[in-house]
């Protein structure tokens, strides 16, 4: 079972910070406030402001001047809404939606889907990713979704 029982429940906005700096620290080894004002396309105001939160929750410890790294609560939090999100994009993507639009549905969904709703939709991609071949439903699928129609009647039952 996936680590998603939140015992706690944070606001979406904080989930989107705190995701927002695990990306950040991913990529350069550090998050600062221009930083996370450029990727979530709120004011440096804003970030200082939530840094400022944030630290007294103790998910962050922040250096005015300085940025922002997380502790260990924080960065389980950031790691659990960014699997969240990758799962998500990855059902959507597999349903034909186009990437930039799975991207940002996905911002939106993981914060208010069941914790079983995403544990059973990974279970679906990693079936799905594990198959011995592409799965024959997947293409009739992809069909349809451009055609409108079914392809399955020129195959037999077997696929």
């Known amino acids: 079972m996936l680590n998603e029982k939140r015992k706690e429940v944070y606001s979406r906005k904080l989930e ?8 950040i620290i991913n990529e350069k080894g550090y998050a600062r406030t221009k930083d996370v004002s450029i ?4 004011t440096p105001a804003s970030v200082a402001e939530m840094f400022g939160k944030l630290h007294e929750e103790k998910l962050v410890v922040y250096r005015k001047y300085e940025g922002v ?3 260990e609560k ?9 699997n969240r999100h990758t799962i998500l994009q990855k059902f ?3 349903i034909e939606v186009p990437p930039d ?4 549905d996905a911002c939106i969904m993981e914060h208010h889907l069941h914790p079983i709703t995403i544990e059973q939709l990974n279970k679906l991609i990693v079936f799905v990713e594990s198959a ?3 799965p024959k439903w997947l293409e009739h699928y992809k069909i349809f979704c451009k055609t409108g129609k079914h392809d399955c009647k020129k195959h037999s039952k077997k696929d």
């Open 16 to 23: 989107d910070y705190l995701e927002a700096i695990l990306a």
């Open 39 to 42: 990727a979530l396309k709120v």
């Open 69 to 71: 790294t997380l502790t």
């Open 74 to 82: 924080g960065r389980e939090i950031a790691s659990s809404v960014q």
């Open 92 to 94: 959507l993507e597999i």
């Open 101 to 104: 639009i799975a991207n940002n």
């Open 132 to 134: 011995p071949e592409s």
